[in-house]
């Protein structure tokens, strides 16, 4: 089980006398590196998963195994190196690996590699799973104003999450008593957490009620978000009259007045 060769003497005696025949024995153990799973592990972010590394042969002094992340940011190594004795080489030695949160919603893979001196390296995937979930950052929740301008707050609309590629966030009103402006915002993954402002204006009406509305944004693949615009309306109602005086005289035939609202 070890990876050394073996050399001695082999005496053959007989009455004619003693003769010795040298012989080698050349091992055929290989010494090299076993990691498991050899395959890798999944992992969750911010979670840890334990690799197993140990020798496949008997060496002939102590081997010392450095373990490296390939991208210690996402993937990082608990433990450095292990060392192996000829008494223990074949116990396996756990390695854990700790995959880190960030602020995408990527799952990335990341090798792990187990080198020695004289040793083949092995190298090891890790696959991070993201559980991040891209979402809306929307505030405030509502707004308010009156007909005939703008709602007093206007909205900043961000994402939670950096995105893979450019997302495209629509703003629609359920009716015409708000108009979002603009009637959407794009992002990148370079500014998908800079907020991006939308004005809601309040178009005047003909009636004197104050109106409502809902305001949606959404864009493909997550979920929308909706915000409530409330409008007061500056119209009062008067009873108009025309016209609006009437000259006349005692006797006179009446004369028509018309009564509005």
Same mark, same amino acid.
């Given at each position: 089980?070890?990876?050394?060769?073996?050399?001695?003497?082999?005496?053959?005696?007989?009455?004619?006398?003693?003769?010795?025949?040298?012989?080698?024995?050349?091992?055929?153990?290989?010494?090299?590196?076993? +990691? &498991?799973?050899?395959?890798?592990?999944?992992?969750?972010?911010?979670?840890?998963?334990?690799?197993?590394?140990?020798?496949?042969?008997?060496?002939?002094?102590?081997?010392?195994? /450095?373990?490296?992340?390939?991208? &210690?940011? #996402?993937?990082? *190594?608990?433990?450095?190196?292990? #060392?192996?004795?000829?008494?223990? %080489?074949?116990?396996? =030695?756990?390695?854990?690996?700790?995959?880190?949160?960030?602020?995408?919603?990527?799952?990335?893979?990341?090798? *792990?590699?187990?080198?020695?001196?004289?040793?083949?390296?092995?190298?090891?995937?890790?696959?991070?799973?993201?559980?991040?979930?891209?979402?809306?950052?929307?505030?405030?929740?509502?707004?308010?104003?009156?007909?005939?301008?703008? /709602?007093?707050?206007?909205? &900043?609309? #961000?994402?939670?999450?950096?995105?893979?590629?450019?997302?495209? $966030?629509?703003?629609?009103?359920?009716?015409?008593? &708000? $108009?979002?402006?603009?009637?959407? +915002?794009?992002?990148?993954?370079?500014? %998908? /957490?800079?907020? =991006?402002?939308?004005? @809601?204006?309040?178009?005047?009406?003909?009636?004197?009620?104050?109106?409502?509305? @809902? *305001?949606?944004?959404?864009?493909?693949?997550?979920? /929308?978000?909706? +915000?409530?615009?409330?409008?007061?309306?500056?119209?009062?109602?008067? @009873?108009?009259?025309?016209?609006?005086?009437?000259?006349?005289?005692?006797?006179? #035939?009446?004369?028509?007045?018309? @009564?509005?609202?």
């Amino acid at each position: 089980d070890d990876a050394a060769a073996i050399a001695g003497d082999v005496a053959f005696t007989s009455s004619a006398g003693t003769v010795s025949v040298p012989i080698a024995v050349t091992d055929d153990d290989h010494l090299g590196l076993f +990691v &498991a799973p050899m395959a890798g592990v999944n992992v969750l972010e911010n979670t840890d998963a334990t690799l197993q590394v140990s020798l496949t042969a008997r060496p002939t002094g102590n081997v010392t195994v /450095a373990v490296t992340s390939a991208n &210690a940011a #996402a993937v990082s *190594v608990t433990t450095a190196s292990v #060392a192996f004795t000829p008494a223990e %080489w074949d116990t396996l =030695k756990p390695v854990t690996v700790h995959a880190a949160t960030d602020g995408n919603t990527a799952s990335e893979r990341v090798d *792990v590699t187990f080198a020695a001196n004289g040793l083949t390296a092995v190298v090891v995937p890790v696959t991070v799973t993201d559980d991040d979930v891209l979402n809306l950052a929307v505030t405030p929740a509502s707004v308010s104003g009156t007909e005939g301008g703008s /709602a007093t707050s206007q909205l &900043a609309v #961000a994402l939670t999450q950096m995105p893979t590629g450019p997302v495209t $966030v629509d703003v629609t009103a359920s009716n015409g008593h &708000a $108009v979002p402006v603009p009637a959407s +915002v794009s992002f990148t993954t370079a500014d %998908w /957490a800079t907020p =991006k402002a939308v004005r @809601i204006d309040l178009p005047a009406d003909v009636d004197h009620a104050d109106s409502a509305a @809902i *305001v949606t944004l959404a864009a493909t693949g997550i979920t /929308a978000q909706t +915000v409530t615009v409330g409008a007061t309306d500056p119209d009062v109602q008067r @009873i108009q009259a025309s016209p609006t005086s009437i000259p006349t005289t005692e006797g006179a #035939a009446g004369v028509p007045i018309a @009564i509005r609202l």
